[in-house]
């Protein structure tokens, strides 16, 4: 069983397609999406959290992995899966 994953997002970031790319990659189907162009009072929400402005923002269980880049760096180290599995 792995981790549910949260992801702050929009509708037209290219980096928030590459996560959910790289996360379905892994296996990960099921993939929280917060639109925060769309659900404006939730990027308050994820600024406060997150103390970041910038999207996506992801959450492996309850650690907030940072965005896409942070994830991926995570995957080359060889923490992702081991982070996904909890």
């Known amino acids: ?13 290219p980096y928030c397609a590459m996560a959910e790319r790289l996360l379905q990659s892994k296996g990960i189907e099921n993939i929280e999406k917060i639109r925060i162009d769309i ?5 308050n929400v994820m600024m406060e959290k997150t103390g970041r402005r ?25 923490k992702l899966d081991t982070l996904l599995q909890g």
């Not at 069983?1 to 970031?13: A, D, E, H, L, R």
């Not at 999207?55 to 907030?64: A, E, L, W």
């Open 1 to 13: 069983m792995s981790q549910p994953v949260v992801m702050y997002c929009t509708g037209s970031c």
């Open 39 to 43: 659900d404006l009072p939730q990027r």
């Open 54 to 78: 910038t999207v996506p923002q992801i959450y492996i269980g309850d650690t907030h992995v940072g965005g896409f880049d942070d994830m991926n760096a995570l995957d080359r180290a060889g």
